[in-house]
């Protein structure tokens, strides 16, 4: 059996999943629940300055995105960081901290940019015996206004600044969470490094407007007649997550900083994918809130069969192993050669890979009278549409031209070696390089 | 404990009323909204779909279902209708594991197709609850046509040429119009009155009468509507029955299919229909099926349909077939009778079992005789009395591509024509395509 224990920044938890900071830990009540349910750890639902808290809207705080039969694939929400005081958070972290010792509890932090704020609260919160702090710079909306969260985060100054006030007031783990809410990750992520950071979270929620209430005429979720934009969450913004992750774990400048990666994450596939990427771990949100904390349980169960399937024996085999095959386009392969591959005892002829091709790429499938659908090696351009489109899995594949062999396309037969744009004749730059 | 009724004989009130409501409610019941949600999300939206193909009006499958999903049913509706005026009937009644639904690419996929006939349902029911109807009539052509039958296809052919801009006249012998609909249809196919109601919202599109009681070949002749109209559609399906052609058939309690049929349809209380204890039907087709069912669910203690040929001849679909023997109904098949027992009333009906021999049915000499207290006979109807300026074919109206006659200006559709299935959807693609055939002639000739 494949362990999975998880050790991030030396913090121990019995698995690498872990709750984001969110609704799901915003209370004792659910954090006991959660750990009792099997997740690993919890990041707590982000602490405020001492004194009044801030206020939540009083109508709806979730918008959403839903796909078949209502499965939901985005959601989107206007909550702001804990609306409970603190010294109520402190005592219940501290409570749970005591009788889980073997679970991960991160403190999230966000107090106003100020020196004097944070050094004040971070040894106050380290007093509840919690593992480590994640400093939220990434909330999008609401707190943003107040000059804290992504206000934060879309300045590489100030993350590198208040990490360093952070790491000078404990010697607890610093994780910054990061916001997706900017052109290039590598920016802030590298901020965090030079502040100190042992580790980057990311992604928080992305600014978006799920739909529009076309009668009202407002955004939704719609308060009195008026809505806003809120933070975008849940199986959709998966890719976008990875691509970011990938970026930091690839970029050297930032390769090694170890990463807690969020944004999606629904089954123990989305969780392998996110590891192999180099999150050292990973957080969610969306699936516990969609379908409770019992789902924590298939992704155990689903990582640790697949690690047994594949021979791994520990998380620290899985992590970053993909990201050696992470490159930029100008490498890939010119010389590597697909041809689509229709397997006609799978299809169903419903013609989906026709149309696609014929109406909006390389007219390379034929139909013919009786619905039989082929491709036309001279015409396909290995684009992977049918594939996509095409709704039997396994019915269409891409099958690679041998080298040697003709590429009907080009008229050329496959050539072996090894060639990329770089040194692309059509590519203005190598000609000038040579 | 339900109360039933075990006298012998014919009787009326075997069930409770509970009971036999029970047992009459819709065969296939109609989603909710988010059912049809997600049962539309299940199509493919196929390329030149298959679907469509099959469906004898060609409606735009693909496009409707779509437009389901994306919550606007009474524009599904619209496509629907703009190439079936009677979808909301075929939703209910079309045979579709034999038509769109057998070819449905989820079919071949999963052996469970998209519910197209549901869905169809879903849409049309929708837009008829808003009580309103989707198109008007073009600016009047000054042409007049004369439709005989009320039936699917002269409805079809009707609302298509009303919406043209002609004037159309319907002759209906019967006081009611819908014909099979009406009459035919088995009552769980079509609950809540909905071929009167599919009726009166056709009709609302304006630019038809119907006179009811008024015959072809009875009082009116085809020559007078000749003269009188531009142009002529029949629609008159077929009024007239095979007959066994054995002694015994006219002893009582022996009766004909779709009679018992229409009568169960008019019935305003079911309880008050009487039906026998052993209930015998000979006859391997979707009337058959019908009046076997419906025994059965009026609280007929044992029903069997009798079929002179293989199951696999059955002109049942395998569906109807397998509804019948769900209901407890008795399938047997290789068997024709050869004697009606009883003096006076029914007892019995005797049965010689057959055998195909090279390509023919050939009568054994064993026979077997069931117990019978009523006996429907569902071997086929035909054409009644037509006027002799019609070349027939078949055994049915001859018609073109066109679905024109032999006879100048008369047009035919729907059962009483040759060509296509019996079927509701087929009567209304033919009528449709007359109406437009029609209008063709008679604009190219103004
Ligand atoms: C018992 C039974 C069950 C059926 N079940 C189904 C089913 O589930 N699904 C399906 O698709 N099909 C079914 N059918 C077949 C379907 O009902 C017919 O194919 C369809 O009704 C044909 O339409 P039509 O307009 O041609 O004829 P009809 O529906 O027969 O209508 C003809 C109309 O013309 C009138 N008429 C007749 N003679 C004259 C005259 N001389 N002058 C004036 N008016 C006249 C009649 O009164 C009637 O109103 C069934 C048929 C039967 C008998
Ligand atoms: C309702 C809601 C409230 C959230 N509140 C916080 C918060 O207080 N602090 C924080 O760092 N992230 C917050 N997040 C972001 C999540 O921690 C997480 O980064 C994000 O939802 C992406 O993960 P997911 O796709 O698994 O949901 C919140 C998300 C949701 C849906
Ligand atoms: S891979 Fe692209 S070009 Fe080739 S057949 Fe498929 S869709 Fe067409
Ligand atoms: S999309 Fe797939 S199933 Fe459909 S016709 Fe093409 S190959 Fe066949
Ligand atoms: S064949 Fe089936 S999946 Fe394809 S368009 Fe028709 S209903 Fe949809």
Redesign the interface.
């Known amino acids: 059996m494949a362990d999975l224990t998880s050790n991030f920044l030396g913090i121990s938890s019995p698995n690498p999943f872990w709750l984001a900071s969110a609704p799901p830990t915003d209370k004792e009540y659910n954090v006991r629940r959660a750990f009792e349910a099997g997740w690993g750890g919890v990041v707590w639902k982000t602490l405020g300055m001492e004194g009044p808290p801030v206020v939540n809207v009083n109508g709806p705080r979730y918008g959403a995105i839903h796909g078949a039969d209502r499965r939901l694939l985005g959601l989107n929400n206007i909550e702001l960081i804990t609306d409970r005081p603190l010294e109520v958070n402190l005592a219940e972290m501290t409570r749970v901290k005591k009788d889980y010792p073997d679970h991960a509890l991160i403190a999230s932090v966000m107090v106003p940019c100020e020196e004097a704020a944070w050094k004040e609260i971070i040894p106050r919160i380290a007093e509840t015996g919690c593992d480590g702090f994640e400093l939220n710079f990434g909330c999008p909306h609401g707190m943003a206004e107040r000059g804290m969260g992504s206000a934060v985060g879309q300045v590489p100054e100030y993350i590198e600044m208040v990490t360093r006030w952070c790491k000078e007031a404990t010697d607890l783990p610093v994780i910054v969470k990061l916001t997706p809410n900017i052109t290039n990750i590598l920016m802030p992520a590298q901020a965090a490094k030079d502040g100190g950071a042992d580790a980057v979270s990311l992604i928080n929620t992305i600014n978006s407007i799920t739909s529009v209430n076309l009668d009202a005429m407002s955004p939704e979720p719609m308060i009195d007649g008026k809505g806003t934009h809120g933070g975008y969450c849940g199986p959709a913004v998966k890719p976008i997550a990875l691509n970011m992750v990938a970026e930091i774990a690839r970029n050297p400048g930032t390769h090694g900083l170890p990463i807690s990666g969020i944004g999606g994450v629904t089954t123990w596939r989305d969780a392998a994918e996110f590891m192999a990427l180099g999150a050292g771990n990973v957080q969610a949100c969306t699936a516990a809130m969609t379908y409770g904390f019992k789902v924590v349980q298939e992704m155990i169960s689903g990582l640790s069969q697949w690690m047994d399937e594949q021979g791994y024996n520990s998380i620290d085999e899985i992590v970053g192993r993909a990201v050696p095959n992470v490159t930029d386009w100008q490498y890939l392969n010119l010389n590597h050669v697909t041809k689509a591959r229709i397997s006609q005892d799978d299809c169903i002829k419903c013609g989906r890979c026709f149309a696609a091709c014929e109406d909006t790429s390389h007219q390379a499938i034929t139909m013919s009278e009786d619905r039989v659908f082929d491709v036309k090696d001279d015409e396909c351009v290995a684009c992977n549409l049918c594939v996509n489109v095409c709704p039997v899995e396994g019915c269409i594949t891409m099958e690679t031209i041998a080298p040697g062999a003709m590429d009907e396309r080009t008229g050329k037969p496959v050539v072996d070696e090894y060639a990329n744009w770089t040194t692309h004749p059509n590519n203005p730059s190598a000609a000038a390089a040579e | 404990m339900a109360h039933i009724n075990r006298e012998n004989g014919v009787a009326a009130g075997r069930l409770d009323p509970t009971q036999v409501a029970d047992n009459f409610t819709d065969l296939h019941p109609e989603y909710d909204g988010?059912e049809a949600?997600?049962a539309a999300?299940r199509c493919?939206?196929?390329?030149?779909?298959?679907c469509m193909t099959a469906c004898p009006t060609s409606i735009d499958i693909p496009l409707f279902i779509r437009q389901i999903a994306t919550g606007t049913p009474e524009a599904a509706a619209k496509t629907i209708l703009n190439q079936n005026i009677l979808g909301g009937m075929c939703a209910r009644v079309c045979p579709t594991e034999t038509l769109c639904e057998e070819v449905c690419?989820?079919e071949?996929?999963e052996g469970k197709p998209v519910e197209i006939g549901r869905l169809q349902r879903y849409a049309t029911d929708t837009l008829m609850a808003s009580n309103t109807h989707p198109f008007t009539r073009a600016d009047k052509t000054g042409k007049s046509v004369a439709v005989v039958g009320a039936g699917p296809a002269g409805l079809s052919c009707a609302h298509r040429l009303a919406m043209l801009g002609h004037d159309v006249v319907v002759f209906e012998a019967r006081a009611k119009g819908g014909g099979l609909n009406e009459f035919g249809i088995a009552a769980y196919k079509s609950t809540n009155d909905f071929a009167q109601r599919e009726l009166d919202w056709l009709l609302s599109i304006g630019g038809i009468e119907i006179r009811y009681g008024q015959s072809l070949g009875d009082g009116i002749t085809l020559d007078a509507l000749q003269s009188d109209f531009d142009a002529v559609f029949l629609g008159m399906g077929l009024s007239a029955v095979n007959a066994l052609g054995m002694d015994g058939e006219d002893k009582d309690n022996v009766s004909d299919a779709v009679d018992f049929i229409a009568e169960l349809r008019q019935a305003s209380d079911l309880t008050s229909l009487p039906v026998g204890r052993r209930v015998v039907v000979i006859g391997g087709g979707m009337t058959a099926i019908d009046a076997g069912v419906q025994a059965k669910l009026l609280g007929a203690e044992d029903v069997t349909i009798v079929y002179r040929r293989g199951q696999e001849a059955m002109a049942a679909s395998s569906f109807e077939q397998e509804l019948a023997q769900q209901k407890g109904v008795t399938l047997i098949c290789n068997a024709t009778p050869v004697g009606v027992e009883g003096n006076g009333s029914l007892t019995g009906v005797t049965f010689a079992y057959t055998e195909t021999q090279n390509g023919k049915l050939v009568t054994l000499d064993e026979t077997f005789t069931l117990p019978a207290d009523q006996l429907f006979k569902a071997i086929g109807q035909k054409l009644g009395d037509t006027p002799d300026a019609l070349t027939l074919e078949g055994g049915k109206i001859k018609v073109d591509d066109a679905q024109r006659t032999s006879a100048g200006g008369v047009w035919a559709g729907g059962d009483c024509a040759s060509g296509g299935d019996d079927l509701t959807v087929t009567a209304v693609a033919e009528g449709r395509d007359a109406a437009m055939d029609i209008h063709t002639s008679l604009m190219g000739a103004s």
């Open positions: 988010h949600l997600v999300d493919y939206f196929c390329h030149d779909a298959p690419v989820r071949t996929a």
